[in-house]
């Protein structure tokens, strides 16, 4: 199973890519750390952030696009353009998109801690937070845990 982790921040969804074989998780090599909308005032803009969130994702053969869930209100709540970029990923065709609580992450790791040390990962100091939810979201999936 492939699973692309997603933390959107501002004007760009940050990722990254992990596949589960078995009990055994791989991070592989991609060629986008992010995928950044450049212009948020038109249409086309926004179409062109879906198609090649959408490219990406098809290119390495993505099964499962878990975005990690942010609040609609307080202090940390997420921009509307954030939400924006959430609701373009979530209507890709040909890959399943989940929304996953920060709260499901945290029990999820306790349950299963990750077993290697971040720094270890050779992810930019910046993907921890998708690497988080694509790690968390294989653990639930492979031992199947109901949230």
Same mark, same amino acid.
């Given at each position: 199973?492939?699973?692309?982790g ?11 890519l ?11 090599n991609c060629?986008? #750390? ?8 038109s249409a086309?803009?926004l179409?062109?952030?879906q ?14 696009v ?19 970029l ?14 996953q609580?920060?709260?499901t992450?945290?029990?999820v ?18 993907? #921890?937070?998708?690497f ?9 999936k ?6």
């Amino acid at each position: 199973m492939k699973v692309c982790g997603v933390e959107i921040k501002s004007n760009e969804a940050i990722i990254c890519l992990l596949t589960m074989d078995g009990d055994v998780f791989d991070i592989p090599n991609c060629r986008a #750390q992010k995928v950044v909308l450049t212009d948020a005032s038109s249409a086309e803009g926004l179409a062109d952030f879906q198609f090649t969130f959408g490219k990406l994702m098809h290119d390495y053969k993505v099964e499962h696009v878990v975005i990690k869930e942010r609040p609609m209100k307080g202090k940390f709540a997420g921009s509307a353009l954030g939400f924006k970029l959430e609701a373009a990923i979530q209507l890709l065709e040909n890959v399943t998109v989940e929304i996953q609580s920060p709260q499901t992450e945290k029990a999820v790791i306790k349950r299963n801690p990750i077993p290697v040390d971040f720094k270890e990962t050779g992810l930019k100091g910046f993907q #921890q937070s998708a690497f988080v939810t694509a790690y968390s979201f294989s653990m639930k999936k492979h031992f199947k845990i109901e949230e």
